[in-house]
């Protein structure tokens, strides 16, 4: 589940419209209003720019994007083998 309002807040947080995100990154508007909404997430190539554009680390990116179980499988098994 991606945790919606952390995109979203980042965003807000310096200031930026959904619009100007997505020209930094060279995407569309529609790409970053679907991520917010939780519909799609951002590809992984996106990750280090949001984190510079929002001020946060990657992996609270990640994090948001993940709600936060991105060492974890669609199983639900850890990432890591024992």
């Known amino acids: 589940m991606i945790k919606v309002q952390e995109l979203s807040s980042y965003r807000r947080t310096v200031s930026l419209t959904q619009d100007?995100?997505?020209k930094k990154l060279g995407v569309t508007?529609?790409?970053v209003s679907q991520w917010e909404s939780?519909?799609?997430?951002?590809?992984i190539k996106f990750i280090?720019?949001?984190?510079r554009i929002y001020g946060?680390?990657?992996g609270e990116i990640i994090s948001a994007v993940t709600g936060g179980d991105a060492a974890r499988t669609d199983a639900g098994h850890s990432a890591h083998p024992c």
């Open 20 to 22: 100007q995100v997505a």
């Open 29 to 31: 508007q529609e790409a």
């Open 38 to 43: 939780g519909s799609t997430r951002p590809d």
């Open 48 to 51: 280090s720019n949001l984190a």
């Open 56 to 58: 946060v680390t990657e």
